[in-house]
């Protein structure tokens, strides 16, 4: 069985992007409910523990990301929805 360090080229890449990642998100839970109201219905994306693009369109959103020069891997999106959805399991 294969170890996962083996099985990437730089794993010290890894973390440092998982670490950022993990870093991204958290910012963005801290300011859900503030943007949802602020920006109710639009995506947001995060990078650096910041918000650095928003928008009303997941394709507008990539786009703007990809204008600010910010690859796509490292930033966290998050659609500002207003609803609550509930997730019911089928029964059988």
Do not use: C, W
Request: proline share 3%.
């Amino acid at each position: 069985m294969h170890r996962l360090k083996d099985l990437i080229d730089n794993p010290s890449q890894v973390a440092r992007e998982l670490r950022s990642f993990s870093a991204n998100v958290r910012s963005m839970d801290a300011q859900l409910r503030r943007l949802q109201k602020k920006f109710p219905n639009q995506y947001v994306a995060f990078h650096n523990g910041r918000s650095v693009a928003l928008a009303k369109s997941m394709k507008a959103l990539l786009q703007e990301v990809d204008r600010l020069s910010i690859p796509r891997k490292n930033v966290a999106t998050h659609f500002l929805g207003t609803r609550t959805m509930i997730l019911k399991a089928k029964r059988s």
